[in-house]
């Protein structure tokens, strides 16, 4: 028997626009930015002596997938809510899929999770965002700035460092299962899945 629900998995590189495309659905979205380590986590990576957020390795992967596998299967879970500027989880909340045939997960390590949800049977679909370069490091700056995620400067050299590994990152994330697409291209694609569970009546 097929799960009551499924997800589609939203990958991209940072500040590509995976909220807001995810929001344009119109589905219930589960932030996996909230599945970052806690920054005290002996098993976090480093580089140069600071702790790399930018590897898999700083993210929750396996507490992920069982968030999802829980939503799939009964449409409700308890979920972290995590403070990036505090560098840990604060809270919990009730998410709750409210009958939704469908759910976006969205986060830049999205595609880590492909092929675990693949094999589990939760997967609908699974994309990474792509735009120009230029714009989604300019989009990021500004939001990071706004959010006071860091220092002005650490946002800025980060930023530059994100930029320069953008292609690399889209390589990755397709190499896991994820399929490259425009925005628009994202949107149609999860109207088709949700014309596809919910085909009209004939008659």
């Keep these: 028997m097929s799960p009551p629900h499924r ?15 995810a929001q344009q659905t119109g589905l219930p979205v589960l932030c996996l930015d909230d599945f970052y380590k806690d920054g005290d986590d002996p ?18 992967a396996r507490a992920a997938v069982d968030v999802i596998d829980q939503l799939v299967r009964h449409g409700r879970a308890e979920v972290p809510v995590y403070a990036i500027n505090k560098d840990r989880r604060v809270a919990t909340r009730r998410f709750e899929l409210a009958g939704s045939p ?7 390590f999205a595609a880590e999770i492909v092929g675990e949800c693949r094999q589990r049977g ?3 679909g699974a994309y990474a965002l792509r735009r120009p370069r230029g714009a989604t490091f300019l989009r990021r700056l500004a939001r990071d700035l706004a959010e006071q995620r860091k220092g002005p400067r650490v946002l800025v050299r980060r930023g530059v460092a994100l930029l ?17 697409a425009r925005g628009r291209e994202v949107l149609r694609r999860v109207a088709g899945l949700l014309a596809a569970d919910h085909p009209p009546r004939v008659g």
């Design 7 to 21: 997800v589609v998995l939203l990958a991209g590189p940072s500040g590509s626009g995976k909220s807001y495309i």
């Design 43 to 60: 098993t976090l990576p480093r580089r140069n002596g600071q702790i790399d957020w930018e590897s898999p390795d700083s993210w929750d």
């Design 102 to 108: 469908l759910f976006v997960a969205e986060g830049i």
């Design 122 to 124: 939760l997967l609908a």
């Design 164 to 180: 320069r590994a953008e292609p690399a990152v889209l390589r990755r994330q397709t190499g896991l299962g994820a399929e490259a």
